[in-house]
């Protein structure tokens, strides 16, 4: 195949957006222990939970102490996701060095939510921003609905330059395009990454597929071909749609990992461990989980 990268940066987020949705509470010191195995595993960039006010995401709820157990870890980045300054505050007071915020890119969810316009909403981050930047904290932010939402359908392109010039306004040029609600599909896909890519070479991306309708691969597929190289993804396929109940969740990140070890793509993670900490989670969890590879095994693990 042509275009496809020889590398790729993966981010685990099945401890955030994975657990956030699993009604069962997983102990901090298990959450530890499955954080040690995805370090071990080779993740260069984790995603450990976030700081949401306890009651709002109870299953966060301990993502202080999380922090403040596993310490800095050299080479991986370990980020949470924060909802506002608060957010920053609490990844100061923990030792988390990466904080990510969000806006949603459907107009209506926003004015809905918080009475703002998605551009309004990432002009009152500069105040995270400058916190941030006082207390040593890298910042990110991630765009969620960036290629259609429940609500409008597709977003224009208009809407997201938009949304992506009020964050590099503010000083935040890691972008995250998240497709939280599983509407992108490959040609959309295609077609904003590597016109973004183009417009704002300034920013770095991230893609983040949900497999709510089973595009989530080939839209990685379509990204990378765009020219995008970060990508996050969830062991045991954990999570779920927000906004549509019993759908599929994250893509699964041991799937990414075999069909880039199929595809000569580095990862560098190793999708044994990976398959090995989402056996330890469904039986946590006491529920199967979306993950194609955990049920049928790799493509190269052969019959004998
Ligand atoms: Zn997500």
Not at 140 to 166: C, K, L, T, Y
Not at 224 to 252: K, W, Y
Not at 269 to 275: A, T
């Amino acid at each position: 195949m042509k275009n496809l990268p020889s590398a790729i940066t993966l981010c685990e987020v099945g401890l955030r957006d994975g657990l956030q949705n699993e009604k069962t509470l997983i102990p901090t010191e298990k959450k530890v222990e499955l954080l040690r195995g995805l370090i071990a595993a080779g993740f260069p960039v984790i995603e450990v939970g976030s700081f949401m006010h306890p009651k709002a995401v109870p299953q966060m709820a301990d993502t202080d102490q999380v922090f403040q157990a596993i310490g800095e870890v050299p080479g991986v980045e370990l980020r949470a996701l924060i909802p506002n300054l608060r957010g920053v505050k609490r990844a100061a007071d923990c030792g988390c060095k990466k904080v990510k915020l969000n806006v949603s890119a459907s107009r209506q969810h926003n004015l809905k939510n918080l009475n703002m316009t998605p551009e309004e909403s990432v002009a009152g981050f500069a105040d995270c921003v400058q916190a941030a930047a006082d207390n040593g904290i890298a910042i990110s932010g991630s765009i969620s609905m960036p290629f259609a939402s429940p609500w409008e359908g597709r977003i224009p392109v208009s809407d997201i330059e938009s949304i992506i010039e009020a964050y590099l306004k503010v000083g935040i040029t890691e972008i995250s395009l998240s497709d939280t609600s599983g509407m992108g599909a490959p040609a959309p896909v295609y077609e904003l990454c590597a016109h973004v890519k183009e417009k704002y070479p300034q920013a770095s991306w991230w893609l983040h597929f949900h497999n709510t309708r089973g595009l989530a691969m080939a839209n990685i597929l379509a990204a990378m071909e765009a020219g995008m190289t970060r990508f996050d993804g969830s062991f045991g396929g954990l999570g779920g749609c927000p906004f549509v109940p019993d759908a599929a969740g994250n893509i699964s990140t041991e799937d990414v990992i075999n069909m880039c070890d199929e595809s000569g793509i580095r990862t560098g993670v190793d999708i044994l461990k990976v398959m090995e900490l989402s056996r330890t989670m469904r039986e946590l969890l006491g529920h199967n989980l979306d993950s194609y590879v955990l049920r049928a095994g790799r493509a190269q693990d052969l019959i004998v």
